[in-house]
């Protein structure tokens, strides 16, 4: 606002006193235990690795908000279009390693640490995980900020600031239990906007009133407000002093701390659970990944996030003075998935009601702003809403959802006329007992263009799924903008080792912002000294990670083992149960052998990771299998070193960047068709592991881009999945079962791994239930993989090979270039770079 603004005539006092960032270690040093002493109260007695942390993340937080402030006055002179990525999760993981990286002082700020007692390493580890998010949907989001802002894209994100992100795993006599995650103790990348505040209606009821000049209007009343606040979040680019925001929201009463009439009242509880009511919003991340549990508390929070959004981004835009019909020049907003669709019917809200646009007007503008990506096929993922309960919450809401649905099958009728079958397949509206809204049908609707994440997915999508709105929209509107994951983080940060050989090998690090100059090392291929520092590398991951199982489990593995590694969110359609009867078949072999034949086999490390949502019985039903093959066989004195089976508790961000440079092979191994891309792929295949998986996602392309030769693909394709299910229900006699899974269910049956109890249902889902994720019909395909695998591995030297090769052609699973191709596709936005600083 122009009265917040200083006076022409004094900004040059406040220019000269303005902060600078630090230039040196001294500058840093300085401004580290600056911050201990002054900001954190703590003195050189009391100053271990966390105080540390603090100072050091204080004084780099100083310099980021310097370069965040100019990035946000430069977009704003320049008045470009900016895109607004609306996530429900932001998986950030940690940020100060990644901050200095990228504002380039990790080498000041390691030499400043080290003079002062600290090690690096040690004081990075002090920070906990911003872990707003479940899986692959909330770390490609973040991902996509680093890119965005790496490129010089106006680009923010907006999502919720959850009290208590994805809940900790405890693995406790081998079952997973759950323990809160209480993030916000000390974070200091958070900025309390107290200032930007928007009030949230829920509930009340909607009144016609007739206008002077004889219109009706609606009015939306007599609900229950709670208010809105904004936390930002500075997001650094890599090598550009350009800084975008990241906005989160928090909820509290609108009456402000109390109710101080019920207070006064000496209604002090109710006051009390008034504001507890409302600070539930924005309490908990829920979950679940790929299910959608439908919960009332769920729909405050989507509509309480999106309606402070979209407030907050018109009030960005008024203050231009531009006509409504400039909004999608100047605005593009991507719906990540379909928990932000409410978005749409709240930007037609406001323009109808509020702004007094006519409702053609108001659409055209709607749908020229949104563009929505799917992420998953699976039915139980899809998002419903039940009628009554939107008409509850959401009344307004309600009607307008409504209006859209009728006036869009109204054009659909007259394109063609008499097709009620249609109609019934495209209605927003599924006539189930209650009515439900599906948002994936109103997020096409309200957008112009939708994409799937990998060319499979997007295939699949147009031909099952959304295959009738093709036939509605014609095929434009459906496009593929394959996934992909940031350099930065995945592989400069997790594996810096690599990143500095990869750096002398092509003379510099500009590999880091154009990924396909990774196609370089491709010259030094035949280099023998080069394959052997890429190899020891890889050794020193793995004795890094071998440490860290040792420290946390007790049990020694070999680094020299081969390292197979499945970490990902427990599910069955991801298949870990595949892998954990591969390896019960690998240890029935292994026990069946003589002595000396043992002697032959490969050495190998299983490891796992991930977490299985607390409702999801199945799920943690595999966990328990997984910890109880590794209680015998990690203790079976005829197989020490031959096989090791490792669970990592709480798999997350942070660990994730220590785990994925281990990898000699890493598993991606979904039924065909189920995983819409999958991202950690193409993070073990960057960091120079090779890949075992299905012909599912972006496998494909991945497989498509390095060369068959580089990873171990097995299993049934996605077109067959349809008929394979039918015949496991209905194929008489039935299909009979595979002979080495039959072996892996006798085991287990017989009790080899403790009470069968435990692992009937898991079993019986495959032998009685109908198989519905095709194990038993991919399960040799896999087995034979896994000895192709061990074939090739003894020979170190073609697998160096192999290995340099793949990451030499992943440059194009660079999340900048799938920001580039949604920029250019979708948003239609381009780069403002912001000049650098003297
Ligand atoms: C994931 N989806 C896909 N959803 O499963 C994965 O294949 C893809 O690579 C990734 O998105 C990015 O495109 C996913 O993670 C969720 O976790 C949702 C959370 C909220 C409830 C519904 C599932």
Not at 149 to 158: C, D, E, M, R, V
Not at 207 to 231: H, L, M, N, P
Not at 524 to 530: I, N, R
Not at 757 to 763: D, G, N, Q, R
Request: charged residues 25%; negative net charge.
């Amino acid at each position: 606002a122009v009265e917040a603004s200083i006076p022409k005539p004094l900004r040059e006092t406040w220019r000269k006193l303005a902060a600078t960032e630090f230039k040196g270690k001294e500058e840093f040093q300085r401004e580290v235990v600056r911050h201990v002493e002054t900001t954190l109260a703590r003195s050189m007695y009391n100053c271990d690795e966390l105080g540390a942390y603090s100072g050091a993340a204080l004084a780099l937080r100083d310099r980021l908000v310097i370069a965040w402030n100019k990035t946000q006055q430069q977009h704003t002179f320049v008045d470009s279009k900016r895109v607004y990525y609306l996530s429900l999760e932001f998986l950030m993981g940690r940020t100060l390693d990644n901050a200095m990286l990228n504002v380039g002082v990790k080498q000041t700020a390691r030499d400043g640490l080290d003079e002062l007692g600290f090690r690096i390493e040690d004081v990075i580890d002090q920070e906990h995980d911003a872990a707003l998010g479940n899986g692959g949907l909330g770390r490609l989001a973040a991902c996509f900020l680093d890119s965005l802002a790496t490129l010089n894209y106006p680009g923010w994100g907006y999502g919720l600031r959850y009290r208590y992100g994805i809940f900790k795993q405890e693995i406790i006599d081998g079952h997973q239990v759950e323990v809160p995650d209480y993030w916000l103790d000390f974070n200091p990348w958070e900025f309390p906007r107290h200032d930007i505040v928007v009030d949230i209606m829920f509930y009340g009821y909607v009144r016609k009133q007739i206008e002077e000049d004889g219109t009706t209007r609606s009015i939306w009343e007599g609900g229950e407000v709670v208010q809105a606040v904004a936390y930002d979040y500075p997001i650094p680019g890599f090598d550009t002093e350009n800084t975008n925001n990241l906005r989160l929201w928090s909820s509290r009463p609108a009456s402000g701390e109390f109710d101080f009439q019920k207070f006064n009242a000496g209604d002090y509880e109710s006051a009390v659970r008034e504001q507890q009511r409302a600070e539930t919003i924005s309490a908990v991340l829920y979950p679940n990944d790929n299910i959608d549990a439908g919960k009332e508390l769920r729909l405050k929070q989507q509509y309480f996030w999106v309606s402070a959004s979209l407030h907050d981004i018109i009030r960005r835009f008024k203050k231009t003075h531009r006509p409504w019909d400039q909004f999608p020049e100047r605005v593009a907003i991507q719906l990540n998935d379909t928990h932000p669709a409410l978005a749409i019917v709240e930007l037609q809200r406001i323009l109808i009601d509020i702004e007094h646009l006519s409702y053609d007007k108001a659409w055209g503008i709607v749908t020229r702003t949104f563009g929505y990506t799917n992420h998953t096929v699976l039915p139980e993922a899809l998002e419903k809403w039940s009628v009554p309960l939107m008409q509850h919450l959401l009344p307004r809401h309600m009607q307008i959802i409504y209006d859209i649905n009728l006036f869009f099958l109204q054009g659909v009728e007259k394109k063609f006329p008499g097709d009620r079958e249609l109609l019934m397949k495209v209605s927003i509206i599924e006539e189930s007992q209650p009515q439900s809204i599906r948002m994936a049908f109103l997020a096409i609707i309200g957008s112009h263009k939708v994409n799937g994440v990998a060319e499979l997915h997007s295939d699949l999508i147009r031909t099952t799924i959304f295959k009738d709105f093709v036939t509605v929209f014609g095929t434009d509107k459906f496009i593929n903008i394959t996934n992909g994951v940031t350099p930065r983080r995945w592989l400069h940060q997790a594996n810096p080792k690599l990143s500095d050989l990869i750096s002398e090998k092509l003379g510099g690090d500009s590999f880091l912002k154009d990924l396909t100059l990774l196609d370089g090392l491709l010259e030094h291929l035949d280099d023998k000294q080069f394959r052997k520092d890429w190899m020891d590398i890889k050794y020193a991951n793995k004795v890094r990670l071998a440490k860290y199982i040792k420290e946390t489990t007790q049990i020694a593995v070999n680094p020299a083992s081969l390292f197979d590694i499945q970490v990902k969110r427990i599910h069955e359609y991801k298949r870990q149960q595949m892998n954990i009867f591969g390896i019960i078949h690998r240890y029935l072999t292994l026990k069946a052998m003589k002595p000396e034949q043992r002697k032959k086999a490969v050495p190998r490390v299983s490891i796992f990771g991930g977490k299985a949502a607390p409702g999801y019985w199945m799920a943690k039903t595999i966990i328990r299998l997984i910890t109880a093959v590794g209680d015998v066989v990690n203790c079976d004195k005829d197989i020490g070193d031959l096989l090791k089976v490792i669970f990592i508790e709480d798999y997350n961000v942070s660990k994730a960047e220590m785990i994925i440079p281990a990898s000699d092979i890493s598993e991606h191994i979904s039924t065909a068709g189920t995983e819409a891309s999958g991202t950690s792929n193409m993070k073990f295949v960057l960091n120079g592991g090779l890949i075992i998986g299905t012909v599912d996602g972006a496998n494909v392309e991945i497989v498509e881009q390095i060369g068959d030769e580089q990873a171990f693909t097995f299993g049934h394709l996605a077109h067959s999945v349809p008929e394979l299910r039918h015949q496991h229900h209905f194929a008489k006699p039935k299909p009979v079962l595979d002979k080495c899974l039959k072996a892996v269910f006798d085991a287990i049956l017989k009790g080899t791994f403790g009470t069968p109890e435990l692992f009937e249902p898991l079993i019986n889902s495959i032998t009685e239930g109908g198989d519905y994720y095709l194990v038993s019909d991919d399960f040799q395909s896999y087995i034979d993989a896994q000895s192709l695998v061990d074939e090739l591995y003894v020979d170190k030297d073609s697998w160096a090979e192999r290995s340099i090769t793949a990451v030499a052609k992943m440059g194009f699973f660079s999340s900048d270039r799938t920001i580039v191709e949604y920029a250019e596709q979708i948003w239609n936005i381009e780069p403002v770079p912001v000049p650098r600083q003297k």
